[in-house]
C-alpha cells in the first residue's frame, strides 16, 4: 500500500497542476496560481496514509503553480513540469507532461475543479486522451488518482 500511494503520490506531484487566467469571476475563471499545499491523495481506491499529511511534511507537499508550469521540490531542487488546460469541457480538462520514474515523458489526462481555496484534480497517466476520467472517483484497480490542494496563505 505504502509504495503504490508512493507511486501514485509521484506521479500526481510530478504532473498535476493546473490554470490560468486572472483572479474573480465565476469558479473556473479564478486563477489557481499561487502556492497550495496537497492535503489527499487517493489512488485506485485507496487514501493515501495518514502519515503524509502531518505538518513535518507540509514542505514535500508543497506546490508553486505559474500560468504553465508546476513546481515542486525534490530532493531539494525544482522539478518542473507543464500542463495545458480546457475550461470549455465539463468537467475542465488538463492535459499534463509526466516525468515518469525513469526518466521519460508522458502524458496524464485529467479533469479539475476549484471551489473557493480547494482545488480537486482527478488523472490518469495514458497515452490517450479517451482515457481521460469523466468523474471524480477511483476504484480499486484503475489507475486513476484523485489530489485535493488547498491554497496556502
Known amino acids: 500500500m505504502r509504495s503504490l500511494c508512493g507511486i501514485a503520490l509521484s506521479g500526481m506531484v510530478l504532473s498535476l497542476a493546473i490554470g490560468c487566467g486572472k ?11 499561487g502556492t497550495w499545499v496537497i492535503t489527499g491523495l487517493e489512488f485506485g481506491g485507496e487514501p493515501m496514509p495518514d502519515e503524509f499529511l502531518t505538518k513535518e511534511a507540509e514542505a514535500d507537499r508543497t506546490i508553486t503553480i505559474t500560468p504553465d508550469k508546476m513546481i515542486k521540490k ?19 480538462h488538463i492535459d499534463m507532461t509526466v516525468t515518469r520514474m525513469n526518466g521519460q515523458d ?14 480537486t484534480i482527478c488523472g490518469t497517466e495514458s497515452d490517450k ?25
Do not use: C, Q
Not at 483572479?23 to 496560481?33: D, Y
Not at 525534490?74 to 475542465?92: E, F, Q
Open 74 to 92: 525534490k530532493n531539494g531542487k525544482d522539478d518542473t513540469n507543464s500542463y495545458t488546460v480546457d475550461r470549455t469541457s465539463t468537467p475542465h
Open 23 to 33: 483572479k474573480g469571476g465565476a469558479e473556473g475563471t479564478a486563477s489557481i496560481e
Open 106 to 119: 508522458g502524458k496524464m489526462y485529467g479533469i479539475y475543479k476549484l471551489e473557493g481555496d480547494t482545488l
Open 129 to 153: 486522451a479517451e482515457d481521460r476520467p469523466k468523474e471524480f472517483k477511483t476504484a480499486k484497480g484503475e489507475p486513476v488518482a484523485i489530489m485535493k490542494l488547498t491554497r496556502k496563505k
